[in-house]
């Protein structure tokens, strides 16, 4: 009898441990994305080199992304509204369920001959009108058999942000994929430690110099910094959550009805090896530069909406405005988007699928507050010095953790319903969100099809803006996701980006060429 009960307790702790593996809860994070006010979405479009065979990929879906527990988990809430818990709850996945192939040619023919990019982007625009079924795992492929200027084929995931943070999604994404070169490598992305690399270099090096006190004083000052500039930074977070708005521009959004709008999803292709040459010559970042041109392509777009309503309005205020009524003085902030938890590898990821090993996953989300300095500028590069000098100073503090420290701790001490409303008014306040992320280095294909670019982006947050970067190969993707209503051209801005690209590269050549002189 004692053996007997020796076994029982065993089988009921290894049920226990089933039980808890088998039903997650979810994250506070998590638990924001899925609040009314702030319904969160990740949406990615990706363009393919060949006809999709959907059977093919299918079949590897089964073998990769529905083994990650949270693409074959339901979310289950239990008690009542007061009181509500949500859990991931492992289910059985029916991979067709997920996987949607239009008939884009009937549609086609219903409404005529029909441009096949303004197709694309009616399409997705419409999936953002559409909820998951959340009595399903929250994700959806569409194949779309439709020839495009970019692509012969294009295919769009759509996920539910309470799965994962947006860097953490592409990496599983990335993770299904494989290397055309070679079908059993994984994708090959470049090292992205440089900045933390070189700024150790330069402390180790001033540790070996003579005068330690100088290295200590150095090491002091550096300390102060962090903590003034991340005092600063959260007296400012929450004065935009209390009363500090961006000034009422064109691009800036109305979202004071919570009603879901259907956004537009928009994008475009520049020369990576452009960016990167800026980058050399100016000593910067990527990430530096795009912000200093996505600065510049803003002041321009902004200067001709302005231009646009001062004829209209036949209005002229020459002392607060320049030439076209654009304000001399403008507000406008962007969330930028920070990913907290160390970066899980493409590898972690593939043998987590493949061997169901444990991984680290979740939303690790801060924000940091990026003010734009809209205006046009005699010297183009000036918008390169002055977004590098933001986002260094912006390095150099602990707001993106201070951010999520403190969602974390309003969702557990007052609930999810008021941290969505603190969030959603914080970003009401500003204007935009930015992100930008590091892709392979290779050509990659997605089971068998060679994928041409990547275009992820984000909609169900307050902001009628939203810009993405996604790099791959030797080509930059810039996502646009737009409230039409406020941004009725989107492509007018992305046109303005790519001019303000080339002029700055232009600004750049020729500085480099009076330097050799």
Not at 87 to 94: E, H, P, Q
Not at 361 to 366: H, K, P, S
Request: hydrophobic fraction near 40%.
């Amino acid at each position: 009898m004692e053996i007997k009960t020796r076994r029982d307790h065993t089988s009921e702790t290894t049920v226990r441990k089933e039980e808890e593996e088998e039903e997650q809860p979810l994250s506070p994070t998590a638990r924001i994305f899925h609040a009314p006010e702030f319904n969160c979405y990740v949406i990615a479009v990706i363009g393919l080199k060949k006809k999709i065979e959907p059977d093919v990929i299918m079949e590897g879906l089964k073998q990769t992304l529905i083994r990650h527990p949270r693409f074959s988990s339901k979310l289950v809430s239990h008690g009542n509204k007061k009181r509500q818990t949500q859990s991931w709850v492992r289910t059985n996945v029916v991979v067709s369920d997920h996987v949607i192939v239009p008939d884009i040619k009937t549609q086609k023919s219903e409404n005529g001959n029909v441009n096949a990019d303004a197709f694309l982007e009616s399409y997705v625009s419409n999936l953002t009108t559409v909820p998951l079924d959340l009595s399903k795992p929250l994700w959806q492929l569409h194949l779309l058999d439709l020839k495009t200027s970019d692509a012969e084929n294009v295919g769009v995931l759509k996920f539910h942000h309470s799965l994962g943070d947006g860097m953490s999604l592409m990496a599983l994404v990335l993770a299904c994929m494989r290397k055309t070169s070679n079908p059993n490598e994984l994708p090959s992305q470049p090292n992205q430690n440089r900045s933390s690399r070189s700024r150790s270099s330069r402390l180790a090096s001033a540790s070996r110099g003579d005068s330690r006190f100088l290295w200590l004083v150095m090491a002091l000052w550096s300390a102060i910094m962090l903590v003034l500039n991340t005092v600063c930074d959260a007296l400012e977070f929450v004065a935009t959550t209390m009363f500090l708005k961006d000034t009422e521009t064109p691009i800036k959004g109305d979202f004071r009805s919570r009603k879901s709008k259907r956004m537009c999803l928009v994008h475009r292709t520049v020369s990576l090896e452009d960016i990167k040459l800026i980058k050399h010559t100016m000593k910067m970042t990527v990430n530096d530069v795009v912000l200093g041109v996505t600065q510049a392509g803003l002041s321009q777009y902004l200067d001709k909406r302005y231009g646009e309503k001062k004829k209209i309005v036949g209005e002229d205020q020459e002392s607060k405005s320049n030439s076209n009524g654009m304000p001399k003085i403008i507000r406008l902030r962007s969330a930028l988007l920070v990913n907290l938890r160390p970066t899980n590898g493409i590898q972690d990821l593939a043998d987590m699928m493949a061997k169901k090993s444990n991984c680290r996953w979740g939303n690790w989300i801060g924000y940091i507050v990026f003010p734009f300095s809209i205006g046009l500028r005699d010297d183009p590069l000036e918008h390169l010095r002055r977004a590098k000098t933001i986002i260094d100073r912006k390095k150099n503090s602990f707001e993106a953790a201070l951010t999520f420290i403190a969602g974390k701790f309003i969702v557990k001490s007052f609930g999810v319903e008021v941290a969505a409303k603190i969030v959603t008014r914080a970003l009401s306040n500003t204007t935009m969100s930015f992100s930008n992320l590091i892709g392979p280095i290779e050509e990659i294909s997605f089971f068998g099809h060679p994928i041409t670019y990547m275009a992820p982006s984000v909609y169900g947050h307050p902001h009628a803006l939203t810009i993405h970067f996604q790099s791959y190969m030797n080509q930059m993707t810039i996502s646009l996701t737009v409230d039409p209503t406020a941004i009725s051209d989107p492509h007018r801005l992305l046109d303005d980006w790519e001019k303000s690209l080339q002029i700055i590269k232009d600004a750049v050549q020729e500085r480099g060429s009076a330097s050799l002189d």
